[in-house]
C-alpha cells in the first residue's frame, strides 16, 4: 500500500480547518491540523510533510512570515495560501514570501485539491538534463539553482519552474497563457500580475550574462535569448 502524502494544513479558524482536514483526508492525504503559526513551525520540523496549506491571517506568526523562515532551509516545499485578500498586490506579495500558490477564501475543496496535485506533480518531475546551459549560466533545475564564474544563485520553485518552460523554448516565443496555466494553474489577471515579477526576478539574477534576455512580446508572451 503506497504511504500517504503528508499536508500540514494551518488554519486559524477551526471549523474550516476540520472541514478542510476532513475533506482531504477523504481523498486520501495524511494530514497534520493546527491553528496558527508557531505551532505550524514546529509541526513543520517534526513531522517533515510534503506540502503545507497555510492561512495568512494566523495569530502568533502569519503565514507570510512562516514561509520565509522556512524557505531559509527549504526551497523546495510546495506552498498554498489561504486568504481572505484578494487585492492585486496581496497575491503578488504572496508569491514574493515563497508561496507557489494563493486560493482566495471562499473555495471550494475541488479547487484546493486540484492545485495540491499539481503542485506534487511539478515537485516529482524531472528535468530531462541535470544541468541546462543558458549562455555562461549553468542551470540546475533539481536544485533550483544558476551557477556562473563559480557564484551560485539559488531560485524559488517557481523561478525555476518558469525558468525551466522558457529555456525548453529558448530563442521562441512561449506563449503567455500557457505558462500561467502550466504553472499557476490560471491565467487570470492576478496570475499574469504574479508571472511578471517573476519575470523581472529572474531577469536581475541573469544579468551577470548580456548575451541572455528575457523579451516581453506584447501580447503573447516572452522569449528567452541567449
Known sequence: MAEKIKILLAEDESALGMIVKESLETRGFDVI???NGVQAWELYKKESPELLVLDVMMPKKDGFTLVQEIRKTDQNIPVIFLTSKSRPEDVVEG???GGNDYLKKPFSMEELIVRIHSLLDRKNKKASTE???IGKYQFNYSKQALQINGDEHLLTHREAELLYR???NRNMLTDRS????QIWG???FFNA???DVFISKLRKKLSSDKT???LNVRGFGYKLVC
Request: hydrophobic share 40%; proline share 0%; with cysteine.
Open 33 to 35: 491540523f493546527c491553528e
Open 95 to 97: 508569491f514574493g514570501h
Open 131 to 133: 544541468n541546462i546551459e
Open 166 to 168: 522558457l529555456s525548453e
Open 178 to 181: 500557457l505558462i500561467l496555466n
Open 186 to 188: 490560471s491565467d487570470d
Open 193 to 195: 500580475r504574479s508571472m
Open 212 to 214: 541572455v534576455q528575457i
